[in-house]
């Protein structure tokens, strides 16, 4: 069946052990591999491999972006796509960009934007409407709402101790657990990249 993995093994990085039966280990995670014929077929270069782990988490950075440009309605150009992978990405992901110029834009956009609004509403009490509105625990829930915690991107990428989503490891600890303060200003770098294009 299409579901079923045709070899199953230990995850591990050397490829004399990938192949070995299942059975002949001990119980623990297990990782579908190539089968043996498909690399007499296609013959792969084992230390090359972390260079395609790393090229597929780029691509599901992209995707996450591209996924999100849509759900939010904004139009996928690849500059915005873009835009919205960097505005997605922590400091603390060590990736080439981050978002926090998008983030001190996005900041002050929106506080320039709601100030005018508050202001035209012609409400008394419009300094404490307007930091409600801005507050990082109104942006958190604006963007909790949108689930933008799940696309975020906050620990570094390390192709050596990549696992595929699929590992139960993973499922108990899913990227982009954050705090409020990081969903709020992903929501922030959002609106800098919107500004932005």
């Not at 309605?73 to 978002?99: C, E, I, K, M, S």
């Not at 307007?130 to 906050?154: E, P, Q």
Request: glycine content about 6%.
């Amino acid at each position: 069946s299409p579901n079923t993995s045709l070899v199953e093994a230990y995850k591990t990085f050397h490829p004399r052990t990938a192949l070995f039966p299942y059975s002949s280990k001990a119980q623990g995670y297990v990782n579908p591999f190539f089968p043996p014929e498909v690399l007499v077929a296609y013959p792969l270069d084992f230390r090359r491999l972390a260079r395609a782990v790393t090229l597929i988490h780029r691509a599901k950075g992209f995707h996450g972006a591209s996924s999100l440009a849509n759900e939010i309605q904004l139009t996928r150009t690849p500059n915005v796509v873009d835009l919205v992978r960097q505005a997605l990405t922590h400091p603390n992901a060590d990736d080439v960009d981050h978002y926090q110029r998008l983030e001190l834009l996005g900041d002050a956009v929106l506080k320039v934007a709601v100030s005018r609004l508050v202001v035209e509403e012609k409400d008394e009490d419009w300094e404490s409407r307007r930091s409600a509105i801005v507050s990082n625990a109104n942006l958190k829930a604006k963007g909790r709402a949108k689930g933008l915690s799940r696309y975020a991107h906050i620990t570094p990428f390390h192709p050596r101790s990549h696992q595929p989503p699929f590992f139960m490891r993973h499922a108990s600890a899913p990227e982009g657990e954050g705090g409020e303060k990081l969903v709020a200003d992903v929501v922030e770098a959002l609106v800098g990249a919107c500004y932005v294009d």
